[in-house]
Each structure stands twice: as structure tokens, then as C-alpha cells.
């Protein structure tokens, strides 16, 4: 695989495509995140025969800054990627922070995004009936967000990853996150942490489109309880808990959730189309 570009009037998205078949996914990454997928993810993909859109996100990776005060203002953005790639119907996959952007697509474009996969992903936490199920040192830290200037956040996430890097010296995919991780000294990190505590710019609560969340009881990064608080703040949504990851060591719960959550709904896609 390869990246893909598409220009747009202040910049450009960086992005790469596995498979060709239907229906298009649209997915979006986490806090450390890229245009790569795994090995066991693009072999999933090609199986359930969909095609599946991965995009960077401002700052992240080869895609270019852009000027974002709320999540909302994404949807500029993709408004020219629906245009460059023709996109007419699609399923939003947001995976961890990626939610925020799975949202934020559905609401704006109704007619395009057909249903919302949600994968341990960040909830709205800027409502205090969500972020009240995080712990305190946790929403200390949220509310920080609002006050530090983006240079601090940025400083901070260099070095939190510079360890976690070491530790991943022979995995090729996560090397190639990491870098693009790192792109503008973290920049894409620090801002999409500012923007998911302040008001996201739209209504959340007037999605229509159905929404699965899937979500690891354990998870230690978003609490379940906060997933389960969003059942109550979207129209129409379902939360599935995900299942043996209770053996898990705590710190890859959530990734493991994650990706059992993909595969699992991407098998429930293809056994469904197969059925019809």
C-alpha cells in the first residue's frame, strides 16, 4: 500500500485505501493514529469484500494542519473529501478519538453516512453527564486541556511516546504510527485533545443514523460506563460489550477491544450480505 493525496483549497488529506469492494468504510484513527492498518486488518477487509477509506487527520501524518476551533469544522474538510473521492454512501468507523470525527460526519452529512461503528471510542465529554464517569485525575486533566497552551501538550506527548516507541523497535506498523504520530512535533495529538473536551459544535443528540458501540467493560483509557452514558445521549444506539478481554493485561484492553470490535462487525457485515 501507499498514500494517496487529496488537494484541497488550504492543503491536503493524506489517505490510503484497502480493498474494492461494497460498502465503502470510512474509518478514523485514534490519538496515535495513521493511514496504516495491520496486517490482520487488511486481510479482514479484503474477505468481507468491502472497501475501506483511511484518512490523516489535520496535522497528522502527510496531511496538512488546517485551521480547526471545534470538531465541527472538520466537516469542511470532508465535505472535499466526499468531492474528490465520490463518496455517495458510507459507513463512519471511529476508533478510540476517532469517534469524535465519526460523529461530527454522520450529523453533517446524513445522506452519506448510513450508520456509525463506534469502537471504544472517546464519548462526549464535554457534557458533564458523560465526563462525571471518568476519574477525577482524569477530568483534572481534560479540564487542563482548556487552559494549557497546544506547545505544552505537544512537549508532553513527545515525551510520553519517546518510551513507548523503544518498545516497539520491531513491529514495522507501529513504527510507521508512530511516525506519523509525530508529524509537527505531535500537533494533531495536542489539538485533537483541546477539542474533545471543548463543545464540539453540533448537536450530538440529533443524529438519526443507527449507532453501534462496541466497548470492553475494562477498558481503563474510556470508562464503560461514560459508553454506556452515550446510549442515553444518541436517538438511536446500541452498546455491545466486547467479550474475554477480561484476561487481558490492562494496558491493551483497549487496543484489544478495538480490534476485536472491527473484525467482529466487519464478520457481521459479510455473514449478513451473504445472507441477503
Not at 476551533?69 to 466526499?82: E, G, K, S
Not at 468507523?93 to 453516512?113: E, H, Q, R, W
Request: a negative charge; proline letters at 4%; one cysteine or more.
Amino acid at each position: 500500500m501507499s498514500k494517496q493525496f487529496i488537494p484541497l483549497k488550504d492543503g491536503k488529506i493524506a489517505y490510503q485505501i484497502y480493498g474494492q469492494g461494497q460498502p465503502t468504510l470510512i474509518l478514523f484513527h485514534g490519538l496515535i493514529g495513521s493511514s496504516w492498518l495491520s496486517d490482520e486488518w487488511v486481510e479482514a477487509i479484503e474477505q468481507a469484500d468491502v472497501r475501506c477509506i483511511v484518512l490523516e487527520r489535520p496535522g497528522y501524518g502527510d496531511s496538512s494542519i488546517f485551521s480547526i476551533d471545534c470538531v465541527a469544522d472538520w466537516n469542511i474538510i470532508f465535505a472535499q473529501v466526499i468531492s474528490a473521492l465520490k463518496i455517495q454512501s458510507a459507513i463512519a468507523v471511529g476508533c478510540s478519538a476517532g469517534a469524535v470525527y465519526a460523529y461530527a460526519t454522520a450529523f453533517a452529512f446524513p445522506d452519506i453516512i448510513t450508520h456509525v461503528w463506534v469502537l471504544d471510542g472517546v464519548p462526549a465529554v464535554f457534557l458533564e453527564t458523560v465526563i462525571r464517569h471518568y476519574s477525577r485525575d482524569d477530568q483534572i486533566t481534560y479540564n487542563r486541556f482548556l487552559v494549557r497552551p497546544i506547545a505544552e501538550i505537544q512537549d508532553d506527548y513527545a515525551t510520553w511516546l519517546k518510551v513507548f516507541s523503544e518498545q516497539q523497535s520491531d513491529n514495522p506498523y507501529m513504527l510507521n504510527i508512530l511516525k506519523d504520530a509525530r508529524a509537527n512535533h505531535y500537533i494533531g495529538m495536542a489539538r485533537e485533545s483541546q477539542l474533545q473536551i471543548r463543545p464540539w459544535g453540533f448537536d450530538i443528540s440529533a443524529m438519526q443514523q443507527p449507532v453501534t458501540l462496541w466497548h470492553a467493560e475494562n477498558d481503563a483509557m474510556v470508562p464503560y460506563n461514560a459508553a454506556r452514558e452515550m446510549t442515553h445521549v444518541l436517538a438511536n444506539s446500541t452498546l455491545v460489550t466486547a467479550n474475554d478481554l477480561d484476561i487481558s493485561p490492562e494496558q491493551t484492553i483497549h487496543s484489544e477491544s478495538i480490534s476485536q470490535g472491527f473484525l467482529h462487525l466487519l464478520k457481521q457485515l459479510q455473514n449478513y450480505r451473504d445472507v441477503d
